[in-house]
Nanobody, 114 residues
């Protein structure tokens, strides 16, 4: 499975960005495609998950500001980020997970400025 993350860039505080993760290859179901982020000097953390069967979850630190959506016909998972804050600055990674396999995409950098 290959994952291609895109959509990162520079945004102002209070602004919005949408990240997209395009998955390809031999994907078995059920699976989860998730977004993680890693801020400078910190460990990578899960922020949102979209399951192939329709279940989604957004973690508390970004709940209410970030939404995740998945299109199984296109094999894409989008992360819509609203009301961006300085602390959202990080490298964002998408991940494909099943109980027996896990793949990471290359990160996409999001920088939020004041």
């Amino acid at each position: 499975v290959q994952l291609q993350a895109s959509g990162g860039g520079l945004a102002q505080a209070g602004g919005s960005l949408t990240l997209s993760c395009a998955a390809s290859g031999s994907m078995k179901r059920p699976n989860d495609i998730s977004w993680y982020r890693q801020a400078p000097g910190k460990r990578r953390k899960l922020i949102a998950k979209a399951g192939s069967e329709g279940v989604t979850n957004v973690e508390d630190p970004v709940k209410g500001r970030f939404t995740i959506s998945r299109d199984n016909t296109k094999n894409t998972v989008d992360l819509k980020m609203n009301n961006l804050k300085l602390e959202d600055t990080a490298v964002y990674y998408c991940n494909y997970w099943r109980h027996d396999e896990s793949y990471w995409g290359q990160g996409t950098l999001v920088t939020v400025s004041s």
